[in-house]
């Protein structure tokens, strides 16, 4: 499995010492590829991180909420979908098989303790909780999963999501319906604060894969103010569910996890009511009518 990731360094741009040597001996930006090690055994797996020079000569790259598992997650949860697919596999047990606590995924203390078992938890928990494979649901309304281990390998939180959506074939408007979230993130110290951290999380994510993208056009940004830019309505919030693991390891973070499953668990559920993969985002109706058509 290879992975290879471009993108603005914004660690090279602002902070060149605090980026790790790769084992190739050459810094890279973590932040800019944390995501594509995952915690699936795969065998054989190769990771690029690349710094697109031009990004960052022509604007301050900076970092965005879910820092690199936004896109590298997005990357790696598609690719397991299809990859299920492409075996006829059920996109759920592909990855639990693949999830297995030996060798570099076995975990490690502190943090990381139980590995790749606790990501296939929280992945058999949020299942459970939306009634995934078991749920009899309208033509053109499917539930897509994805699951995540937060920010770092070093600082995992194990998270998994599942959408149900609806997709309109007439207009190519996706509705998310229900978004349902499972977390295990150690001892939860706060859980009003972990609650809206998670509320938080997926709605951004839920903003950025359907609503939010900035398109440059002859050199210059298109959408020039705030009445061309749409971000997620309160009108569009899906009823949500987020359930804490109860756990007695280390407490690690929820700024993040909570964005990087959305994207990916939604492009999966619009394949599985459609049969159309995407691989860009936003995922917006123009796109979705271009790939029904296809």
């Not at 603005?8 to 010492?17: D, S, V, Y």
């Not at 050459?26 to 995501?35: C, K, L, R, S, T």
């Not at 809206?196 to 609503?211: F, I, K, R, T």
Request: glycine share 10%.
């Amino acid at each position: 499995m290879e992975h290879h990731a471009a993108a603005g360094w914004p660690t090279q741009a602002l902070a060149p010492g605090f980026m790790p040597k790769g084992v190739n001996d050459e810094p890279y930006d973590p932040f800019a590829i944390d995501g594509a090690d995952h915690w699936y055994t795969v065998v054989a797996q190769r990771v690029r991180a690349i710094s697109n020079d031009l990004a960052n000569q022509t604007f301050r790259p900076g970092w965005l909420r879910s820092v690199g598992q936004g896109w590298t997650n997005f990357a790696v949860e598609s690719v397991m979908d299809e990859a299920a697919h492409k075996v006829g596999a059920d996109p759920l047990q592909f990855r639990l098989d693949h999830l297995k606590a030996e060798g570099m995924n076995a975990g490690s203390g502190p943090n990381a303790v139980g590995g790749a078992s606790r990501q296939a938890t929280v992945l058999q928990r949020v299942a459970e909780m939306s009634g995934y494979g078991k749920t009899e649901l309208p033509e053109g309304t499917a539930i897509g999963i994805a699951t995540t281990f937060g920010q770092s390998r070093t600082l995992p939180t194990w998270t998994a999501a599942a959408v149900q959506l609806a997709v309109d074939a007439e207009t190519g408007a996706v509705d998310v319906q229900k978004i349902r979230l499972a977390f295990d993130c150690g001892t939860v110290v706060d859980p009003d604060g972990a609650h809206a951290q998670c509320e938080g999380a997926a709605l951004w994510g839920l903003s950025m894969a359907l609503h939010e993208g900035t398109r440059i056009e002859n050199g210059n940004v298109v959408d020039r103010n705030l009445g061309a830019y749409t971000p997620l309505r309160l009108a569009d919030v899906p009823e949500l569910e987020i359930d804490f693991l109860e756990s007695a390891e280390v407490p690690v973070g929820l700024g993040e996890p909570g964005t990087t499953v959305i994207a990916p668990a939604i492009a999966n559920a619009i394949f599985t009511a459609t049969g159309a993969r995407f691989r860009h985002l936003p995922i917006t109706g123009d796109a979705v009518l271009a790939a029904l058509k296809d």
